[in-house]
DNA sequence: ACCCAGGTGGCCC
DNA sequence: GGGCCACATGGG
């Protein structure tokens, strides 16, 4: 437990040996796994899956169905998401967009290269590089790691790294772990376990199983 | 009454 | 290319 963690792959093997595997995504279907990810940033799960739980309630958890729904009525559903109107207008035009161009289909949208699919995500309102790598690696099944605000938190505290943007992060812990998507699935999941329950955003870490390397 | 939560996009310099 | 800001609900 005091072997040093000096890389994001030291760091992976740590928390699975400590919380043991987490599998996520939290989700019953690659579209919940779409959905899920634009309703829940920003905003804690529980908040999300209340929504979800609104749609799968009204029978409407459906591409197609999302697309032709009236904003006003998607809107009621999302509120417990916060930033509800955004999200609602959002999400009703992406699931638009992949009905028009996929015909409703997102196997088709995810046999792309990952970093076809990731451009075309990225092009899509509503989608930044965290929703999109959440949906490559968790609903596309693809290798693309995602980095969130306690990565970013987590790296800082044990000083792994220096350059916290997005980008040369994401690129710092692909080059650590072996290219593996089970990896990728776990570790994000663990982090945020990690993360939700010692990892705040003041710096106190009392009990945090990381607590001899934190700052 | 505060602060924060698994971000994103628009605007300004 | 980076620093602000709006977006909004629910739980501690």
Redesign the pocket.
């Known amino acids: 437990m005091s072997q040093s963690l000096t890389s994001p792959y030291e760091l992976y093997k740590f928390l699975l040996s400590h919380f043991g595997p987490q599998h996520?995504?939290?989700a019953e279907t690659p579209f919940e796994v779409v959905v899920?990810?634009i309703l829940?940033?920003?905003?804690?799960?529980?908040?999300a899956e209340?929504a979800i739980e609104n749609l799968k309630n009204a029978n409407v958890l459906d591409l197609c169905k999302i697309s032709n729904l009236s904003l006003e009525k998607l809107e009621v559903y999302l509120?417990?998401t916060?930033?509800?109107?955004?999200?609602a207008k959002r999400l009703k035009d992406i699931c638009s967009y992949i009905s028009k161009e996929y015909n409703s289909n997102l196997k088709r949208l995810f046999n792309k290269e990952t970093c076809s699919l990731r451009a075309e995500l990225l092009s899509?309102?509503?989608?930044?590089?965290?929703?999109?790598d959440?949906i490559i690696l968790?609903a596309a099944e693809k290798p693309s790691f995602v980095i969130?605000?306690?990565t970013k938190r987590i790296c800082k505290r044990l000083q792994l790294t220096d350059d916290l943007?997005y980008e040369p992060l994401k690129k710092f812990f692909e080059n650590s772990l072996p290219k593996n998507v089970e990896i990728y699935k776990e570790f994000h999941a663990l982090i945020?376990e990690l993360?939700?329950n010692y990892c705040?955003?003041?710096p106190v870490c009392k009990n945090c199983p990381l607590s001899k390397k934190c700052i």
Request: avoid cysteine.
């Open positions: 996520w995504w939290p899920g990810a829940t940033q920003q905003v804690a799960w529980k908040n209340k509120k417990p916060g930033f509800y109107r955004q999200k899509l309102n509503g989608i930044g590089p965290e929703t999109a959440s968790y969130d605000a306690y943007d945020v993360g939700k705040k955003t003041k």
